[in-house]
């Protein structure tokens, strides 16, 4: 039996590619090398970037996880400098705040007795008369909770969001994000809310009261996963991208184009969280015409962030709220404070992340930054958490690729993928962008831990893609339990 120590390569030094890359350095039988195009930050989306001692998220990233091998190896990295934070958030609606989780008693005084009958009555209707075999968004959503309460506090949220009609928007993707839940069920436990039970595993996610968050923010868990890493021998190639990967000749072992030209060799297995549009789309790549076309019709929402810093007058406390008004086109406000105290350096001073969705490339994204951070004090001001002339100084931050977008073909273009890979033996797709699954951090590490557990194994015993969105593994595929409880609007990020 050959002793030859394993090579891996992964693509990407994010949430999923540096847990593979911590996970396999532990297990001191793999060579290990990680290829990131940013030049000096590790984290993907969930970097922290920093300015003048300001530290800030791309978008915010609660550390809550169903999976306990998920908060397990949290612990390990961080241990003592992971917080336990309170969570506060509400919607901004109609020149209204709503808390969220909508509070049943506050939701029918602030929509007035007329309207909330009215939505009572459309949620009656879609019982009676539902849409049959609902494809879209609109469709799936209306029959869960009637058609008027869709128009009110769904619509234009998640258009905002991802910028087409919610008629252009997979059912898929709202199934996936608020399984279980319809009217009743909201009013009921908004009423009478259940008792809590002990174990991560009962908890619905999107209504957690409490998570854990590092001091100094997510990419403070990634710096020191790398620097861990880096100690069990792992190399970390950063200002590396990936152009793609070729399958060699020998049927067994990948190669890498670098993105300056440069070309390594001789790797047993490929892990890559990369984009499945840039590296299985690109014309270099070894992949089938139809895997190329597949990724290639692929579609991402992008993402910018524009820090605000003010004097602090404790206007408001909540860790984020969504902006549902039309009028604006901020979409949710962070307050890096509320995080965490250890994020802003001056205690008499508040950083606000507002934050725009748009496509790389639109009008949005090519605005100056002098444009988009005057565009953001006056909608702080339009919405009432503070005053433009009271911004202190401003900050803009851009995320291409935030968001995979579920859009009406999206299922079928990611299955022909899926399909292609069993001729590419070696190669695993894991990650948000890496599988184009819109999960989070916490469903991204369960990929890479079972890859890793493959890759030891030499053998298929998980297949990643079985991964639901709370990051348990179900052989079968099946989703986990329902959720049940409180209204919340879909299409929210993280």
Known sequence: MSNRRLSVAIIGAGPAGLTAAYLLGKAGTVDVQVFEAHPTLVGGISRTESYKGFHFDIGGHRFFSKSKEVEDFWTEILGDEMLERPRSSRIFFNQQFFAYPLAAGEALRKLGVIE?????????????????????????????????LYQLFFKTYTEKVWGIPCSEISADWAAQRIQGLSLMAAIRNALFPPKKKKGNDTVIKTLIDAFRYPKFGPGQMWTVCKQKAEALGVQVHMNTGVQTMQL????????????????????????STAAIKDVIGHPASCFTKAMQQAAKVLQYRDFLTVVLI????????????????????????????????????????????????????DGMWTATDADLCQMAA?????????????????????????YPVYNQEYLQQQQIIRDGLQAYPGLILVGRNGMHKYNNQDHSMMTAML???NILAGENLYDVWQVNQDAIYHESGERGAEEGGRLVPVAVPH
């Open 248 to 271: 060699n000749a020998d049927q067994s072992s990948w190669s890498l184009l670098l993105h300056d030209g440069q070309k390594m060799d001789g790797f047993d297995y490929v892990i």
């Open 310 to 361: 003010l004097k602090d007058q404790q206007r408001f406390n909540d860790n984020w709220i969504y902006i549902h008004d039309p009028a604006v086109k901020v979409g949710r406000i962070q307050h890096f404070k509320s995080w965490s105290p250890y994020m802003v350096p001056d205690a008499d001073k508040v950083c606000y992340g507002l934050e725009y969705f748009c496509f790389e490339g």
């Open 116 to 148: 909330a009958a009215r939505c009572v009555l459309s949620y009656l209707q879609a019982k009676m008369f539902p849409v049959a075999n609902p494809k879209t968004f609109e469709d799936w959503v209306s029959n869960q909770f009637g058609k008027r």
């Open 451 to 453: 890859a890793v557990k």
């Open 378 to 402: 006056q909608e702080l001001e339009h919405i009432g958490l503070g005053k433009a002339s009271e911004v202190l100084d401003a900050y803009v931050v851009r995320q291409p690729k935030a």
